[in-house]
């Protein structure tokens, strides 16, 4: 059967156009698909190449397609609405205490439930997990050391890891020694001897808001305190408003996401990272970056390390390989700038050294390039998981919803409308077997109420589609507040 009808009055394009569209509402392809390239539809339809990617182009107009260079053209979620900006209601505030620690528990409990669909975990990898490569690697390892895999490693961890990982930092243009890296348990020991190394108790940390919920325990856990900065859905921490917050306070440290924050996804660009980075050093003020996310970017190329900036050695670069490779490898690094001596003692006081066996698996993972082919295919997965996700909240949820459309990562950040509080539903999700992350455990001054963190990090398949109606569900039965409530200030 003929796609088009070349005698019809109808243009060609408009017939190409219409035959995606009607793919489309079949569900023949999802948001997130990719779409057959030029050359095979015009092939299989017999009509030119220029008139196929006029169709496409109008479609791309139109917001149904995105272009991806030397990819092709895949479906957008266009009934998706995205979280926009809303600095006008923005309020500033103090240095606080977390208010929400039972809730987090509960959060961290739910996730590792049998037989529950774990949509409250941040865990990109979950999403294409390199398991057998790395066992095949870990074999090979194993093979050689012997005894040695069970040994205790020098304290700044494998030379040939930091040495491979020093590398990638340089192919980025920061000028990075290796022997100035360290080699932690996971990014978060990175981001704890960080602050060890550059505050003290009662010192206030600047963070983004929202901001990972496992930042601001950590600060707090370290008798710190935590502020937070506006931080824009699209562009990531507001560089005017941070200096405004310098101004008002006292801030001893900032500690970022700024290349792919967690949860809304959003991405500052170089230019921004690097007036920010200047703006700090000028007051003398330590940035703390937290990188675990950069390598999962959407955009053509990767961000740019905040290190690169860097001109008095006050940045301080965490990451790992738990959201890229290896969640339970627990293999992260900390790059210290300036405190690299303070960092070091830091490090043997608290854990003396890393698991040598996974950071020997880790070098041959990078060393044989396979590293880097993963990542091509997680980021690619993660996009396309992302665009089906978005398409999922926007047809199951209220029509109020707004849902983010994040730069890169593995979570989408929602917000409900104004009265709900999703947190009281929380509960009933794990009830049925489903569980997500309420939106006030990222913000140690509960800002987020009525918002909530879902990830995309999945393997897909029907259960997932029936978890977001699950929870679209329980947002729609929300009750709805009061006239009384409702009326409350309005004069």
Known sequence: MRLVDKSASEFLYQ??????????????????????????????????????????????????????????YYLKATQARTLLPMRAK????????????SLIEQVYEAVHMP?????????????????????????????????????????????????????RY??????????????????????????????E??????????????????????????????????????????AKVIEQHAVKACLFSSAI????????????????????????IVLIEDEVYSDLYFSESRPLPAQLYSEKGLVLTCSSFSKTAAPGYRVGWLLPGKFEEKAKRIKRAQSCSTSMLQQWTLSDYLMSGEYDRHLQV?????????????????????????????????????????????????????????????GEIFSPSGKYKNYMRISYGVQWSERIDNAIQIIGKLVHDYPEPSPETSNIGVK
């Open 15 to 72: 017939q190409v156009i219409d035959f995606v569209e009607h793919q489309q509402r079949s569900g023949a392809i999802r948001p997130g698909d990719k779409l057959p390239s030029l050359r095979k539809l015009s092939r299989q339809f017999d009509i030119s190449v220029p008139t196929v990617k006029q169709a496409y182009v109008e479609l791309e107009r139109q917001g149904t397609i995105s272009a991806r260079p030397q990819s092709g």
């Open 90 to 101: 923005w309020s500033g505030g103090q240095p606080t205490e977390i208010s929400c620690r």
């Open 115 to 167: 037989d529950s669909v774990a949509l409250g975990i941040s865990n990109p990898v979950n999403a294409h997990p390199p398991d057998k490569t790395l066992a095949r690697l870990m074999r090979s390892v194993l093979s050689r050391v012997s005894e040695k895999a069970v040994s205790y490693g020098p304290v700044n961890g494998d030379a040939k890891l930091r040495l491979n990982l020093a590398f």
């Open 170 to 199: 340089q192919e980025c243009g920061a000028l990075v020694n290796h022997d100035d890296l360290i080699i932690t348990n996971g990014a978060q020991e990175a981001l704890s001897i960080a602050l060890q190394c550059v505050a």
């Open 201 to 242: 108790r009662g010192d206030i940390i600047a963070v983004e808001s929202p901001c990972y919920f496992g930042i601001i325990e950590l600060i707090e856990s370290l008798g710190m305190k935590a502020l937070e900065v506006y931080t824009c859905t699209e562009e990531g921490v507001c560089v005017a408003e941070l």
């Open 261 to 284: 924050s967690n949860p809304s996804g959003s991405m500052m660009t170089d230019k921004q990272r690097q007036a920010m980075v200047r703006l700090l050093e000028q007051n003398d």
């Open 378 to 438: 997680l980021r690619k997965t993660l996009r396309y998981n992302c665009e089906r996700m978005r398409a999922l909240i926007a047809e199951y949820f209220p029509e109020q919803v707004c849902i983010s459309k994040p730069q890169g990562g593995s979570v989408l950040w929602i917000r409900c409308r104004s009265h709900v509080d999703t947190s009281q539903f929380f509960k009933q999700a794990v009830a049925q077997g489903v569980n997500f992350a309420p």
